[in-house]
């Protein structure tokens, strides 16, 4: 299994540009989630997904979209970027059913607004 | 709200010593802790959890001790090696909740030659 996969892994946007960060996972996970992580801080909880056609807001859900169409993939979409998202971004998924409520995570996309 | 803290933001230890990171938590219905190490320029990866019915669990040179009184946690690692070079993080879970995770601010663990 490749795991959980984000691309791209690096971009610099403009202020007001749009794009995607695709995150996907081979696993068959029910639940993904996108994180973003700050300099010298943890991870903040930005949506999630307990399975396809259903998402919800995490702590910091302002300027972000996510869809789930399909159980592999959770993009998220940036519609008109601001410096204050300049960040780390991480995917993450993990199994509903088997007792377990641990996370895994993807290596990131670390974005630049300028 | 209530979220995880960590004691300490830096932590150097000798290679081959034994070091200890703590993490403070102020939710008492939360029931599930994770560590998860995170290296430079990778997403972070997930070492040991428990849950809040027990007090401690190890794993390969890895254990996670538990105190619910205190609300703490710590995470020991037996014989450092340069390659435990890391932040480390700790995350909790509410009880009841739609099992997110909270993490808190993380340690930087330096291992000395």
């Known amino acids: 299994n490749a795991g959980v996969t984000q691309t791209p892994k690096f971009q610099v946007l403009k202020t007001g540009q749009s794009m995607t960060l695709q995150c996907a996972q081979d696993m068959n996970h029910e639940y993904m989630s996108w994180y973003r992580q700050d300099p010298g801080m943890g991870l903040r909880l930005i949506h999630y997904?307990?399975?396809?056609?259903?998402?919800d807001q995490g702590e910091v859900p302002n300027g972000y979209n996510v869809s789930r169409s399909t159980t592999e993939d959770f993009p998220l979409r940036l519609l008109s970027a601001a410096p204050s998202q300049t960040s780390v971004y991480f995917c993450a998924s993990r199994p509903i059913a088997g007792g377990t409520d641990t996370q895994y995570f993807g290596p990131g996309t670390r974005l630049t607004v300028l | 709200g209530e979220s995880v803290g960590l004691h300490l933001p830096t932590l150097s230890v000798q290679e081959g010593d034994n070091s200890i990171i703590n993490c403070a938590y102020s939710?008492?219905?939360?029931?599930?802790f994770i560590w998860y190490k995170q290296e430079s320029g990778k997403g972070p990866q997930f070492i040991i959890d428990i849950r809040s019915n027990m007090d401690k669990r190890q794993g390969q040179r890895v254990t996670v001790l538990l105190n619910k009184t205190v609300k703490h946690l710590s995470l020991q690692i037996a014989a450092t090696q340069p390659g435990d070079s890391a932040v480390y993080f700790c995350?909790?879970?509410?009880?009841?909740?739609?099992?997110?995770?909270?993490f808190g601010s993380g340690t930087q663990l330096t291992v000395l030659p």
């Open positions: 995350a909790e879970i509410l009880s009841g909740s739609a099992r997110q995770l909270t």
């Open positions: 997904s307990v399975g396809a056609g259903i998402t």
């Open positions: 939710n008492s219905a939360s029931d599930y």
